[in-house]
């Protein structure tokens, strides 16, 4: 999921982990399926703003961004 919203923003993950805020490895680890990330409070407020940005309703988010499905 993760990998499919960085790729709608256009966004390499270097560019998306420094947007929201967190490691390159957190970004490439989610997008492998080899770990969930945790953001920080602040972390969740900026990816909520790129999935404004991406208008993508976070109520049709799987459970976990690690998830690869549609959207």
Same mark, same amino acid.
């Given at each position: 999921m993760?990998?499919?919203?960085?790729e709608?923003?256009?966004l390499t993950q270097f560019e998306l982990a420094s947007a929201?805020?967190?490691s390159l490895s957190v970004v490439s680890k %989610?997008?492998?399926g080899m770990h969930e990330p945790r953001?920080?409070?602040?972390?969740w407020v900026k990816f909520q703003?790129?999935?404004?940005? %991406?208008n993508i309703n976070p109520k049709k988010l799987p459970s976990k961004l690690s998830d690869k499905v549609a959207i």
């Open positions: 993760l990998k499919q919203i960085r709608k923003l256009d929201i805020g967190c %989610a997008e492998a953001f920080t409070i602040e972390q703003e790129m999935l404004d940005k %991406a």
